[in-house]
């Protein structure tokens, strides 16, 4: 997906610009394109953006550790901010003490908006932070009655573990 010059879309007769996607997002391993709409609307002093989507994606199970295929629904919408003095890129600090007022998305209102990057970061957002098989998964199956006598012993270890039944 292209960017989005917002004083071209400001500008526009029509100050919308819809997009269908249909293509895998870079640095989000999906299995299938993400496929939907997405559509931008220039408001005057903010941009309103909406977007439908899905992709299925493999993850793996925090449980048992198994992979399964989950699919990633995505129905959101977002006002970004246009301001003159939006810096796109701030020097980072350890610790800043951040105003209610400060917690919006700002853009430049001669910037771009990149729709790519907006989509990956609402995505990433969809994936579910507690990833289970299913509901009822019992995890790793463990056999609790094995004593340690019983469990296959690694060869390299075998003059080791007859020197302790000798002790």
Request: net charge negative; proline share 5%; hydrophobic share 35%.
């Amino acid at each position: 997906m292209d960017a989005i010059y917002i004083p071209q879309l400001a500008q526009a007769s029509k100050p919308i610009e819809e997009i269908a996607v249909k293509e895998f997002l870079p640095g989000l391993e999906t299995l299938t394109p993400v496929r939907g709409n997405l559509r931008v609307e220039h408001r005057g002093n903010f941009l309103e953006v909406a977007a439908q989507a899905e992709a299925i994606m493999t993850l793996t199970c925090n449980r048992c550790l198994q992979q399964y295929n989950h699919r990633v629904l995505l129905d959101t919408s977002e006002i970004i901010w246009l301001e003159e003095n939006a810096q796109e890129e701030e020097e980072f600090l350890a610790e800043r003490e951040v105003a209610i007022e400060d917690l919006v998305e700002t853009l430049s209102p001669y910037g771009y908006f990149h729709p790519s990057t907006w989509l990956y970061e609402q995505m990433c957002l969809e994936i579910p932070q507690r990833q289970l098989c299913d509901k009822d998964c019992p995890g790793i199956e463990q056999n609790r009655d094995a004593k340690a006598e019983d469990k296959p012993i690694d060869s390299r270890w075998a003059s080791l573990q007859s020197l302790r039944k000798q002790l």
